[in-house]
């Protein structure tokens, strides 16, 4: 089972030439926007998200803006403990034959 994310704007698109190297380390797009930053974001997201067996792509048309997909897979259930909410803080309490974790 997978949950499926997504991220939208409303900016000026990726052209379809750059869709497949935007994943890439150290890539930045060309445009009329002259913004900081290394180009290393994306890479590492798609990175951290295949560490975690899940997918990355995006979806975009020039003039209306992109849409960043990511999908990660549930993990399964290892204890019956309890999550609690109390004061705004979640808290997890282990079942009792559940040794503590450090």
Not at 63 to 70: A, E, P, S, V
Request: net charge positive; proline share 8%; hydrophobic share 30%.
């Amino acid at each position: 089972m997978f949950v499926q994310f997504w991220v939208r704007d409303n900016g000026p698109g990726i052209p379809p030439a750059e869709r497949d190297r935007i994943f890439e380390k150290f890539t930045r797009l060309r445009g009329k926007n002259k913004t900081g930053g290394l180009g290393v974001g994306l890479a590492f997201c798609r990175l951290a998200i295949h560490a975690h067996g899940g997918e990355i792509w995006v979806d975009s048309e020039e003039g209306k803006g992109t849409t960043f997909w990511l999908t990660l897979p549930v993990a399964q259930r290892q204890s019956t403990g309890k999550l609690k909410r109390h004061t705004g803080r979640l808290t997890y309490k282990p079942d009792k034959d559940q040794p503590p974790t450090p």
